[in-house]
């Protein structure tokens, strides 16, 4: 949606929509902010990717996703600024079934905007998205030692399924568990 002029996005207060190509950057910054409180990897990889490399990631996702089915959805604030950022797309876990599971791989909400609501409100477009783009169920890899995260899926009706994996390289290693819903 535009202004009137046809240049600049309008936004519902406290909605969720697709994120625009001219987000990109703010994306990128909120990640970094996400980033830094966030452990070792985290702190490493501040120190790796730059803000710019990061904007072009972002713009290349928002213009050019990997398939119809990858979108980049952005939660705005009262005053239609970004707040919360997240990404759906088809799970492509070795365990999953084609067509049936959908994933929600990037969650971030802006630290000052915590406790806002943004997080529920974009948790449940991610899961409308995965739904209208056919998706029966829903998968996230978490940090294993998030349990404020954990505990919000968990009251949100999501539960583990037993997947496990270990991410990261020969310095840093993360342990995820991966938590599910359905979402038929």
Do not use: Y
């Not at 968990?154 to 583990?160: A, L, N, R, V, Y």
Request: proline share 6%; glycine share 10%.
């Amino acid at each position: 949606m535009t202004d009137s002029s046809g240049s600049a996005p309008l936004s519902t207060p406290n909605s969720v929509r697709l994120a625009m190509p001219s987000e990109a950057r703010v994306l990128a910054e909120m990640q970094r902010r996400a980033w830094d409180g966030s452990g070792d990897l985290g702190a490493r990889m501040l120190t790796q990717v730059t803000l710019d490399q990061m904007t072009q990631v972002w713009a290349a996702a928002i213009n050019n996703p990997p398939l119809a089915t990858f979108r980049v959805l952005i939660a705005v604030n009262d005053d239609g600024a970004p707040a919360a950022f997240a990404t759906t797309e088809p799970d492509d876990s070795p365990d999953a079934v084609g067509g049936r599971d959908g994933e929600i791989s990037e969650f971030v909400v802006d630290p000052p905007a915590r406790g806002h609501g943004h997080g529920s409100r974009l948790l449940n477009a991610c899961v409308d998205t995965l739904r209208a783009d056919g998706f029966t169920r829903a998968v996230w890899w978490i940090t294993s030692t998030d349990d404020a995260l954990r505990r919000f899926l968990t009251e949100s009706g999501w539960g583990p399924d037993g997947g496990h994996r270990e991410i990261g390289d020969d310095e840093v290693r993360i342990k995820q568990v991966r938590l599910h819903s359905d979402i038929s």
